[in-house]
């Protein structure tokens, strides 16, 4: 079971119960990073770019 990190109250509902998702999650060994349709992931995972 993969543990899935994905943006709360994201424009579209994210799924949670498989490795696909219409975000096009990036799959690691034990991780499940969804894309937020805003497109604000980097300030969810608490870094900015700059
Ligand atoms: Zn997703």
Same mark, same amino acid.
């Given at each position: 079971?993969?543990?899935?990190?994905?943006? #709360? +109250? @994201?424009?579209?509902?994210?799924?949670?119960?498989? =490795?696909?998702?219409?975000?096009?999650?990036? #799959? +690691? @060994?034990?991780?499940?990073?969804?894309?937020?349709? =805003?497109?604000?992931?980097?300030?969810?995972?608490?870094?900015?770019?700059?």
């Amino acid at each position: 079971m993969k543990t899935h990190i994905y943006p #709360v +109250d @994201d424009l579209k509902p994210h799924t949670t119960d498989s =490795d696909t998702c219409w975000c096009n999650p990036c #799959v +690691d @060994d034990e991780l499940v990073i969804h894309n937020a349709m =805003d497109e604000r992931e980097t300030y969810e995972q608490g870094r900015k770019l700059q």
